[in-house]
C-alpha cells in the first residue's frame, strides 16, 4: 500500500518560484501552487494541507497578513509555515515567528536545504501528533483504570458491608430479642450524623471520618455477644450482679474479635470505627459506663452517638424482664439522661430527629 503523502501549498506571487518549488517537490509531496494570497485561502477552502511555504512580499495581501489571517481560524492554526524571502533583516523574521511562523527560508533557495527544512517540520508535526495521541491514550487508559478501581472499591465495600452483615445476623440470630436491633441503629446514627453536619457540630473531627464506613461498621457493635452463653443472652428475666459482669464482657470480647480480623488483613480501614463503637458505646459521659470508665470527651464521638442509638432501641424494644416503652417515653429518657449517661450536645441534636428515630424504628419494625 502506497504512503499517504503529505500535502504542501507554496503561495508565492513570482511564477518562476512556483515552478521551481513544484518541480523540486512533486517527487515526494502533493503540491499544491498558490499565486496569491486569495488563491490560497480558495485552496484552503478544499484541502487541508501539512505545511504551507509562504512568500512574504506579495501584492496584495502580503505574507505577514496572510500568516495572521490562517492562524486566526482553528481549522488551520496548527499548520505549520514556512516563510519564503528576499529579505534577511532581523526585524522581518521576528515579526514572521510572533505571528506564527515555523521557519524561513531566503530566496533564491537550494532544494537540499528547503527539502530538509521542509522534512524537519512535518517531523515536528508528526511528533506532536504522536504526543497529543500517547497523551490521550494515556488518558483514556487512567480513565479507565479510575473506573475500574472505582468498580472494584464497590465491590470490595459491597463484600465488607455484606461480612458484617452477615456477623451482626448472627449475632441477633443468638440474642433472640433483638430482632432488627442493628438495622434501625445504622437508621438512627444516620439521623444524627446528618444533623451534626448540617449544623456543623463536632465537623472538625466528623470530617475525617468515612461516614460509609461508620454506618456499617455500627453492625459489630454486640458483636461480643456471641461468645456469652445462652443462659445470659436469652435468659428470661433480670439478670444477677454475676450475670450481669458476665454480660458485659461481651465488650471487650468483640474489641478483641476485631482486632483479630484487623490483624490478618491489610484491609481493615472499614473496621477501625467498629473497634472504637465496640469497646466504648457502654461507657456513659459521667465516667459510670463500662469497661473502662471513660469521662465526657474521653469517650469517642463514636461511641457517644451509639449509646444514643443503643439505648433509645433497647427501650422501645420488648424484653424478657420488660415492656417496651412508647417513642416519647424512650424519649424523655434520653434527655433525662443528658450529662449523665448521654453527651449533652448530642441530647440537643437527638431531640431536634427523634421523629426521624421513630420513623426508622416504625418502618424496619422488628
Do not use: C
Amino acid at each position: 500500500m502506497d504512503k499517504v503523502r503529505s500535502k504542501i501549498v507554496l503561495v508565492d506571487d513570482n511564477m518562476a518560484i512556483l515552478a521551481i518549488g513544484r518541480s523540486v517537490l512533486r517527487d515526494y509531496y502533493e503540491v499544491y501552487p498558490a499565486p496569491s494570497a486569495e488563491k490560497f485561502f480558495e485552496i484552503l477552502g478544499n484541502i487541508l494541507p501539512d505545511l504551507v511555504l509562504l512568500d512574504i512580499e506579495m501584492p496584495g495581501m502580503n505574507g505577514f497578513e496572510t500568516i495572521k489571517k490562517m492562524k486566526a481560524d482553528p481549522r488551520f492554526a496548527n499548520i505549520p509555515v514556512i516563510f519564503l524571502t528576499a529579505k534577511s533583516d532581523e526585524n522581518s523574521e521576528l515579526e514572521g515567528f510572533n505571528l506564527g511562523a515555523s521557519d524561513y527560508i531566503s530566496k533564491p533557495f537550494s532544494a537540499p536545504r528547503l527539502l530538509t527544512r521542509i522534512a524537519n517540520q512535518l517531523l515536528i508535526v508528526q511528533q506532536k501528533k504522536d504526543l497529543l495521541a500517547n497523551q490521550m491514550a494515556l488518558k483514556d487508559y487512567a480513565d479507565n483504570l479510575e473506573a475500574k478501581v472505582y468498580e472494584k472499591t464497590k465491590e470490595v465495600i459491597t463484600l465488607q458491608n455484606a461480612v458484617m452483615a452477615t456477623v451482626a445476623d448472627l449475632v441477633e440470630f443468638r440474642d433472640k430479642v433483638t430482632g432488627s436491633h442493628t438495622t434501625r441503629t445504622m437508621y438512627y446514627l444516620r439521623a444524627l450524623m446528618e444533623e451534626l453536619i448540617l449544623e456543623g457540630i463536632y465537623i472538625e473531627e466528623i470530617s475525617k471520618w468515612n461516614i460509609d464506613f461508620f454506618l456499617s461498621s455500627a453492625q459489630l457493635h454486640d458483636v461480643g455477644k456471641i461468645a456469652i452463653s445462652d443462659l445470659i443472652l436469652n435468659k428470661p428475666g433480670k439478670l444477677t450482679p454475676e450475670e450481669f459482669e458476665i454480660m458485659k464482657t461481651h465488650v471487650t470480647i468483640g474489641v478483641d474479635a476485631i482486632k483479630k480480623i484487623m490483624s490478618t488483613t491489610s484491609e481493615n480501614a472499614f473496621l477501625n470505627h467498629a473497634l472504637i463503637i465496640a469497646g466504648t458505646h457502654h461507657e456513659k459521659w459521667d465516667g459510670s459506663g463500662y469497661p473502662a470508665g471513660l469521662k465526657e470527651l474521653q469517650i469517642p464521638l463514636e461511641g457517644r452517638l451509639m449509646a444514643i442509638a443503643d439505648v433509645y432501641d433497647a427501650l422501645i424494644s420488648v424484653r424478657p424482664y420488660k415492656k417496651s416503652f412508647t417513642h416519647e417515653e424512650a424519649s424523655a429518657i434520653i434527655i433525662e439522661g443528658s450529662g449523665s449517661h448521654f453527651d449533652p450536645v448530642l441530647v440537643d441534636t437527638f431531640k431536634k430527629v427523634r421523629a426521624q428515630f421513630e420513623d426508622a424504628a416504625r418502618e424496619v419494625g422488628n
